[in-house]
């Protein structure tokens, strides 16, 4: 079961967004996806319509309550073949009650052996963070998606989050995490500024950027306010067509399952 | 000397953005200014034109290390009466560092002891979390400025803000902190959808909410790539007409020193 890890540690790159849209991309295709919001804000258990406080077991009971699987705390949601591992607010405490526990980046990937053989993938979105959450992901995980918003301060951040992913590899042996690709979000065409940092990114980058862009487009903004993936709330838009093409362009890799 | 903290554990809704440009309008009205970095990420530092790697001592040395005070670590900036306490990565360890400190809340508020003959006003830049940078800002401060983009997200996380501010209050007497404003940013007068969030926030909150908006405007993107508030990068810009405006609007209430 290929586990993307949706990460930046910058705030309100476009995470969210994109865990939820390509998760939905996947699914429209067939694929039987999990989207594990691990997040305490909650924003992708929200964008899908499932309020964060009505759920009686998260990703929370998951990680710290032995007697919970994260199979158990699944739920289905308005999508076709996409489940939902929810979280609330409750989680932001794991990040203290964690600090002392032996193995505490390993949780999530002992809970991912309980859920690998009803998904064809899963997804996982992740806190503007770099903390046990995020570290749980990326050792969890077998693949790194980064949405990286065009502005200033973009590629700081990149260098710590690049940093940070070799580092896991390296200390969690048979970690094989890889990074799929930077994926620039909140793209306008028309503006200079914008042009400029594409151009930055991807003669740094080059092949690891993706071709695929998200534009900055309202319908996006939009969606998480009726629960929705983009590709329901507004299949014509052309945030619909870029996270199609994201998902399209990550199926054309040889070596996806 | 009045301690304003700039907070929203939502990521990439302007806390630094404020935090720089409200203190170069303050600053250019005469009031000596320390802005204090609290972020790992260092945007102020950087968005100032400082290198944060550069730094022998930071902010993070000022918190952990008892013969470092945070008066030693203050630099001069490009702005007159404005001063930085920088920071770097370095204070992503501080999180965990600190955890099993006893009064690892009010490590800030004793620093501040030190810096408060010096300036008229501190500004505090907070990272996107509720963590223990953060709490250290909320029992430092005497004040609270919430940025808030006017987006689906924007209440949810609101509420436990709130709440947390409540929180302090109670736990840390003599603790007065004053929530100054709800300060609506990335609006965008042309679409609808902001103007309903807009709307939706005033009518929630009330007098809560500053009048003034920050605009969506390129030049308060490019401003931090120039290493400048936008008060010099762009002097005749919406975005530096809005955040003189925030200033006056803080000024024209009477209690202020
Ligand atoms: N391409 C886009 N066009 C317009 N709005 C967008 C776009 N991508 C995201 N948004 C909106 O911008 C805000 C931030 O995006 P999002 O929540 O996906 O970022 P994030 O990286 O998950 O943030 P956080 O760091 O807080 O988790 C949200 O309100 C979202 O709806
Ligand atoms: N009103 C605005 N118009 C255009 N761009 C803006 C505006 N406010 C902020 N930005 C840009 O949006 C990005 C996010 O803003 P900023 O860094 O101030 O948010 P933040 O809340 O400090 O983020 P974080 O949670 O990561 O600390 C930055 O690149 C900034 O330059
Ligand atoms: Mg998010
Ligand atoms: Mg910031």
Redesign the pocket.
């Known amino acids: 079961m290929r586990t993307i890890a949706v990460v930046n540690q910058?705030?309100?790159c476009g995470k969210t967004t994109t865990a939820i849209n390509a998760s939905a991309a996947f699914a429209s295709l067939g694929y039987r996806v999990l989207l594990i919001d691990l997040d305490p804000q909650a924003h992708a258990t929200m964008g899908l319509g499932v309020d964060p406080d009505a759920q009686s077991r998260t990703v929370y009971e998951a990680l710290t309550n032995r007697g919970v699987s994260l199979s158990s705390v699944t739920t289905g949601t308005n999508i076709e073949w996409l489940d939902l591992a929810p979280c609330n607010v409750l989680l932001a405490g794991a990040e203290l009650e964690l600090s002392g526990v032996l193995g505490k980046e390993l949780l999530l990937a002992k809970e991912l052996m309980s859920v690998r053989e009803r998904y064809n993938l899963c997804v996982i979105d992740c806190p503007?963070s770099l903390g046990i959450l995020t570290l749980n992901a990326l050792v969890g995980g077998t693949d790194v998606i980064v949405p990286v918003?065009v502005?200033?301060?973009a590629l700081e951040g990149l260098k710590r989050l690049l940093e940070t992913v070799r580092i896991i590899r390296d200390r969690f042996p048979p970690c094989s995490l890889e990074i799929l690709g930077l994926l620039l979000t909140f793209v306008e065409d028309g503006t200079v500024f914008s042009r400029e940092i594409q151009q930055q990114m991807r003669g740094l980058f080059g092949q690891l950027v993706f071709d695929t862009v998200i534009h900055k487009t309202i319908r996006l903004a939009e969606a998480p306010s009726a629960g929705e993936s983009v590709l329901t709330y507004a299949p014509e838009s052309r945030g619909a067509a870029d996270y199609r093409s994201l998902v399209d362009e990550l199926l054309s890799d040889a070596v996806w399952t």
């Open positions: 910058k705030g309100g503007p918003q502005h200033y301060y």
